[in-house]
Protein backbone atom coordinates (compact mmCIF):
# COMPACT_ATOMS: atom_id res chain seq x y z
CA UNK A 1 0.00 0.00 0.00
CA UNK A 2 1.10 3.09 -1.38
CA UNK A 3 0.37 6.82 0.20
CA UNK A 4 0.00 8.69 -2.79
CA UNK A 5 -1.16 12.40 -2.61
CA UNK A 6 -2.80 14.00 0.84
CA UNK A 7 -5.92 11.83 2.02
CA UNK A 8 -4.86 9.63 -0.79
CA UNK A 9 -3.83 5.55 -0.71
CA UNK A 10 -3.31 2.90 -3.56
CA UNK A 11 -2.43 -1.04 -3.71
CA UNK A 12 0.69 -0.80 -6.10
CA UNK A 13 3.95 -3.07 -6.93
CA UNK A 14 6.47 -2.45 -4.84
CA UNK A 15 9.68 -3.78 -3.85
CA UNK A 16 10.48 -6.98 -2.28
CA UNK A 17 13.74 -6.30 -0.67
CA UNK A 18 16.17 -9.00 -0.31
CA UNK A 19 17.05 -11.76 2.19
CA UNK A 20 14.51 -14.77 3.48
CA UNK A 21 11.00 -14.86 2.11
CA UNK A 22 8.27 -13.85 4.56
CA UNK A 23 4.49 -14.20 3.69
CA UNK A 24 2.31 -11.26 5.54
CA UNK A 25 -0.51 -12.45 8.19
CA UNK A 26 -1.23 -9.16 10.03
CA UNK A 27 -0.08 -5.74 9.77
CA UNK A 28 -1.08 -2.61 12.26
CA UNK A 29 -1.73 0.70 11.63
CA UNK A 30 -0.10 3.56 14.11
CA UNK A 31 -2.55 5.69 13.95
CA UNK A 32 -0.28 9.10 15.01
CA UNK A 33 2.53 8.79 12.78
CA UNK A 34 0.50 7.42 9.81
CA UNK A 35 -1.79 9.77 9.52
CA UNK A 36 0.71 13.03 9.78
CA UNK A 37 2.24 10.87 6.60
CA UNK A 38 -0.62 10.78 5.28
CA UNK A 39 -1.79 14.73 5.72
CA UNK A 40 2.04 15.09 4.08
CA UNK A 41 2.79 17.36 7.21
CA UNK A 42 5.89 15.98 7.87
CA UNK A 43 8.32 18.44 8.04
CA UNK A 44 11.49 19.15 5.25
CA UNK A 45 13.53 19.01 8.30
CA UNK A 46 12.63 15.73 9.44
CA UNK A 47 12.20 14.03 6.52
CA UNK A 48 15.52 11.41 6.85
CA UNK A 49 15.03 11.26 10.52
CA UNK A 50 10.89 9.94 10.13
CA UNK A 51 11.86 7.44 7.67
CA UNK A 52 10.57 4.31 8.46
CA UNK A 53 13.16 1.23 8.59
CA UNK A 54 11.98 -0.09 5.27
CA UNK A 55 10.50 2.39 3.70
CA UNK A 56 10.38 2.70 -0.24
CA UNK A 57 9.41 6.68 -1.90
CA UNK A 58 10.48 9.62 -0.43
CA UNK A 59 8.63 12.04 1.85
CA UNK A 60 5.84 13.50 1.25
CA UNK A 61 4.78 11.19 -1.61
CA UNK A 62 4.47 8.55 -3.19
CA UNK A 63 5.51 6.18 -0.18
CA UNK A 64 5.15 3.09 1.30
CA UNK A 65 5.28 3.79 4.58
CA UNK A 66 4.49 1.19 8.12
CA UNK A 67 6.56 -0.73 10.59
CA UNK A 68 4.74 -3.44 12.40
CA UNK A 69 4.18 -6.31 10.17
CA UNK A 70 3.77 -10.36 11.35
CA UNK A 71 4.15 -12.82 8.91
CA UNK A 72 5.05 -16.54 8.31
CA UNK A 73 9.05 -16.63 7.47
CA UNK A 74 9.40 -19.21 4.56
CA UNK A 75 13.07 -19.06 4.36
CA UNK A 76 15.90 -18.70 6.22
CA UNK A 77 16.65 -19.65 10.27
CA UNK A 78 13.26 -19.04 11.31
CA UNK A 79 11.48 -20.85 8.19
CA UNK A 80 8.33 -22.09 9.39
CA UNK A 81 7.32 -19.79 12.73
CA UNK A 82 5.60 -16.53 13.02
CA UNK A 83 7.95 -13.53 12.96
CA UNK A 84 7.68 -9.85 13.68
CA UNK A 85 9.61 -7.35 11.15
CA UNK A 86 9.44 -3.18 11.27
CA UNK A 87 7.98 -3.21 7.75
CA UNK A 88 5.61 -1.58 5.78
CA UNK A 89 1.95 -2.79 4.79
CA UNK A 90 2.55 -5.63 1.75
CA UNK A 91 1.35 -8.88 1.16
CA UNK A 92 5.11 -10.44 0.94
CA UNK A 93 8.84 -9.14 1.58
CA UNK A 94 12.30 -10.73 1.89
CA UNK A 95 14.35 -9.43 5.30
CA UNK A 96 17.62 -10.47 6.65
CA UNK A 97 17.25 -13.11 9.42
CA UNK A 98 18.84 -10.17 11.46
CA UNK A 99 15.83 -8.29 10.82
CA UNK A 100 13.30 -10.42 11.95
CA UNK A 101 12.27 -11.50 15.13
CA UNK A 102 10.94 -14.50 15.86
CA UNK A 103 7.25 -14.34 18.08
CA UNK A 104 7.26 -15.79 21.71
CA UNK A 105 5.10 -18.85 22.00
CA UNK A 106 2.92 -17.31 23.92
CA UNK A 107 1.97 -14.52 22.19
CA UNK A 108 -0.98 -14.54 19.45
CA UNK A 109 -0.17 -13.61 15.76
CA UNK A 110 -3.14 -11.20 15.84
CA UNK A 111 -1.85 -9.21 19.24
CA UNK A 112 1.77 -8.54 17.73
CA UNK A 113 0.81 -6.16 15.42
CA UNK A 114 1.29 -4.11 18.41
CA UNK A 115 4.88 -4.66 19.24
CA UNK A 116 5.86 -1.69 17.71
CA UNK A 117 3.92 0.44 19.75
CA UNK A 118 4.48 -1.24 23.24
CA UNK A 119 8.49 -0.63 22.41
CA UNK A 120 7.48 3.05 21.71
CA UNK A 121 5.56 2.52 25.38
CA UNK A 122 8.46 1.20 27.32
CA UNK A 123 10.79 3.39 25.39
CA UNK A 124 8.59 6.29 27.39
CA UNK A 125 8.10 4.43 30.62
CA UNK A 126 12.41 4.86 30.71
CA UNK A 127 12.58 8.26 29.67
CA UNK A 128 9.62 9.55 32.07
CA UNK A 129 11.51 8.09 35.11
CA UNK A 130 8.48 6.33 36.71
CA UNK A 131 9.38 4.08 39.61
CA UNK A 132 7.35 2.44 41.99
CA UNK A 133 5.06 4.40 44.67
CA UNK A 134 5.15 7.17 42.19
CA UNK A 135 1.50 9.06 41.28
CA UNK A 136 1.69 8.72 37.35
CA UNK A 137 -0.51 10.63 34.96
CA UNK A 138 -0.98 9.66 31.38
CA UNK A 139 -2.77 12.69 29.21
CA UNK A 140 -4.05 11.17 25.97
CA UNK A 141 -6.00 7.50 26.05
CA UNK A 142 -4.57 7.16 22.65
CA UNK A 143 -2.87 3.36 21.78
CA UNK A 144 0.15 4.71 23.04
CA UNK A 145 -0.88 5.93 26.10
CA UNK A 146 -2.99 3.19 27.14
CA UNK A 147 0.09 0.83 26.16
CA UNK A 148 1.94 3.33 28.33
CA UNK A 149 -0.21 3.40 31.27
CA UNK A 150 -0.27 -0.40 31.27
CA UNK A 151 3.15 -0.36 31.75
CA UNK A 152 3.38 1.96 34.37
CA UNK A 153 0.47 0.13 36.56
CA UNK A 154 2.96 -3.17 36.72
CA UNK A 155 4.80 -0.81 39.04
CA UNK A 156 4.27 -1.52 42.74
CA UNK A 157 2.23 0.87 44.82
CA UNK A 158 2.15 3.21 41.27
CA UNK A 159 -1.00 5.50 41.06
CA UNK A 160 -1.85 5.19 37.44
CA UNK A 161 -4.46 7.88 36.11
CA UNK A 162 -5.13 7.85 32.38
CA UNK A 163 -6.74 11.55 30.99
CA UNK A 164 -8.78 12.30 27.93
CA UNK A 165 -11.64 14.11 26.61
CA UNK A 166 -13.07 10.49 25.12
CA UNK A 167 -15.18 9.37 28.09
CA UNK A 168 -15.80 6.12 26.22
CA UNK A 169 -12.05 5.58 26.56
CA UNK A 170 -12.94 5.31 30.49
CA UNK A 171 -13.74 1.06 30.26
CA UNK A 172 -10.71 0.28 28.48
CA UNK A 173 -8.05 2.79 30.52
CA UNK A 174 -9.50 0.48 33.92
CA UNK A 175 -8.73 -2.42 32.30
CA UNK A 176 -5.28 -1.30 31.44
CA UNK A 177 -4.74 -1.19 35.44
CA UNK A 178 -4.89 2.87 35.75
CA UNK A 179 -7.90 5.28 36.70
CA UNK A 180 -9.71 7.20 34.00
CA UNK A 181 -10.27 11.53 34.71
CA UNK A 182 -11.59 13.78 32.37
CA UNK A 183 -9.55 16.67 31.96
CA UNK A 184 -11.93 18.94 34.58
CA UNK A 185 -11.12 16.03 36.98
CA UNK A 186 -7.59 15.96 36.62
CA UNK A 187 -5.49 15.58 40.34
CA UNK A 188 -2.59 17.91 40.27
CA UNK A 189 1.06 17.17 42.26
CA UNK A 190 1.55 13.94 40.42
CA UNK A 191 5.53 12.63 40.57
CA UNK A 192 5.02 11.87 36.54
CA UNK A 193 3.10 13.29 33.86
CA UNK A 194 3.27 11.81 30.91
CA UNK A 195 1.92 13.54 27.45
CA UNK A 196 0.66 11.28 24.59
CA UNK A 197 -2.57 12.98 23.28
CA UNK A 198 -0.11 15.51 20.35
CA UNK A 199 -2.44 18.29 21.32
CA UNK A 200 -1.09 21.89 22.88
CA UNK A 201 -4.42 21.80 25.31
CA UNK A 202 -2.68 18.63 26.53
CA UNK A 203 0.95 19.49 26.68
CA UNK A 204 -0.15 22.81 28.75
CA UNK A 205 -2.28 20.46 30.83
CA UNK A 206 0.65 18.51 31.78
CA UNK A 207 2.17 21.27 33.05
CA UNK A 208 -0.10 22.45 35.75
CA UNK A 209 -0.48 18.74 37.17
CA UNK A 210 3.29 18.26 37.48
CA UNK A 211 4.92 18.57 41.08
CA UNK A 212 7.40 20.31 42.37
CA UNK A 213 10.89 20.01 40.29
CA UNK A 214 8.65 17.08 38.17
CA UNK A 215 9.39 15.85 34.87
CA UNK A 216 6.93 15.71 31.87
CA UNK A 217 7.53 13.37 29.25
CA UNK A 218 6.24 14.74 25.84
CA UNK A 219 6.29 11.85 24.01
CA UNK A 220 3.96 13.34 21.08
CA UNK A 221 5.37 14.32 17.96
CA UNK A 222 3.46 17.35 16.40
CA UNK A 223 5.18 17.11 13.26
CA UNK A 224 5.29 21.04 11.66
CA UNK A 225 2.99 22.30 14.03
CA UNK A 226 3.77 25.22 16.64
CA UNK A 227 3.14 24.62 20.47
CA UNK A 228 2.53 27.53 22.81
CA UNK A 229 2.89 26.50 25.88
CA UNK A 230 3.09 28.90 29.19
CA UNK A 231 6.48 28.95 30.81
CA UNK A 232 6.26 31.38 33.50
CA UNK A 233 4.53 31.09 36.57
CA UNK A 234 4.72 27.70 37.83
CA UNK A 235 6.64 26.09 35.22
CA UNK A 236 9.62 28.47 37.15
CA UNK A 237 9.02 28.53 40.24
CA UNK A 238 8.16 24.52 40.65
CA UNK A 239 11.34 24.09 38.32
CA UNK A 240 9.76 21.33 36.43
CA UNK A 241 11.56 19.88 33.19
CA UNK A 242 10.27 18.77 29.65
CA UNK A 243 12.07 15.95 27.98
CA UNK A 244 11.06 14.23 25.10
CA UNK A 245 11.11 10.60 24.46
CA UNK A 246 11.22 9.02 20.70
CA UNK A 247 11.75 5.96 19.96
CA UNK A 248 14.29 6.32 17.46
CA UNK A 249 16.96 5.71 20.11
CA UNK A 250 17.66 4.08 23.48
CA UNK A 251 17.71 6.80 26.56
CA UNK A 252 21.22 7.17 27.32
CA UNK A 253 21.95 5.01 30.61
CA UNK A 254 20.78 2.17 28.64
CA UNK A 255 22.39 2.51 25.72
CA UNK A 256 25.32 0.29 26.43
CA UNK A 257 23.13 -2.64 27.37
CA UNK A 258 20.32 -2.47 25.39
CA UNK A 259 20.27 -3.04 21.43
CA UNK A 260 17.31 -1.90 19.65
CA UNK A 261 16.57 -5.51 18.94
CA UNK A 262 17.01 -6.54 22.97
CA UNK A 263 14.32 -3.46 23.44
CA UNK A 264 11.92 -4.68 20.35
CA UNK A 265 12.29 -8.21 21.79
CA UNK A 266 10.95 -7.66 25.23
CA UNK A 267 8.21 -5.22 23.51
CA UNK A 268 7.07 -8.47 22.29
CA UNK A 269 7.30 -10.51 25.31
CA UNK A 270 5.53 -7.74 27.36
CA UNK A 271 2.96 -8.64 25.19
CA UNK A 272 1.46 -12.00 26.74
CA UNK A 273 -1.21 -10.37 28.25
CA UNK A 274 -5.20 -10.80 26.83
CA UNK A 275 -6.41 -7.98 28.14
CA UNK A 276 -4.66 -5.95 25.30
CA UNK A 277 -6.22 -7.71 22.87
CA UNK A 278 -8.75 -4.37 23.66
CA UNK A 279 -6.25 -1.98 22.15
CA UNK A 280 -7.56 -3.42 18.61
CA UNK A 281 -10.31 -1.32 17.43
CA UNK A 282 -10.89 -2.38 14.15
CA UNK A 283 -9.73 -5.04 11.51
CA UNK A 284 -9.86 -4.76 7.08
CA UNK A 285 -8.56 -7.02 4.78
CA UNK A 286 -5.09 -5.73 2.60
CA UNK A 287 -6.86 -5.57 -1.02
CA UNK A 288 -10.13 -3.02 1.29
CA UNK A 289 -7.73 -1.12 3.03
CA UNK A 290 -6.66 1.97 0.60
CA UNK A 291 -9.86 2.70 -0.04
CA UNK A 292 -10.88 3.09 3.85
CA UNK A 293 -7.54 3.93 5.21
CA UNK A 294 -8.22 8.09 4.93
CA UNK A 295 -11.44 7.40 7.55
CA UNK A 296 -9.19 5.12 10.12
CA UNK A 297 -6.67 7.07 10.32
CA UNK A 298 -9.61 10.30 11.07
CA UNK A 299 -11.46 8.25 13.17
CA UNK A 300 -10.78 9.25 16.84
CA UNK A 301 -12.23 6.16 18.27
CA UNK A 302 -9.10 4.17 16.17
CA UNK A 303 -6.48 2.90 18.34
CA UNK A 304 -4.77 -0.20 16.70
CA UNK A 305 -6.86 -1.29 13.19
CA UNK A 306 -5.15 -4.65 12.22
CA UNK A 307 -5.19 -5.31 7.95
CA UNK A 308 -5.50 -9.17 7.96
CA UNK A 309 -3.74 -10.83 4.92
Known amino acids: MWIT???RAQIRPADMGAGSLVTTLFTGISRGTERLVLSGTIPDSEHDRMRAPFQQGDFPFPVKYGYSAVGQATEGAYAGRAVFALYPHQDQFRLPDDALIPLPDALPPERAVLAANMETALNILWDS????????????????GLLVAHLAARLPGAEVTVI?????????ATRMGGTFATPED????????IHTSASQAGLVQALSLAAPQATI??????GAA???LPLGGA???RRLRIVSSQVGSVPPERAPRWTLRRRLSKALDLL??????HLISGETSFDRVADAYPDILADPATLCHRITY
Do not use: N
Open 129 to 144: GAGAGDRITVIGAGLV
Open 186 to 193: AQADQDIV
Open 217 to 222: TEASWH
Open 5 to 7: APD
Open 226 to 228: QIA
Open 235 to 237: FHS
Open 272 to 277: ADDRLD
Open 164 to 172: DTQTARADI
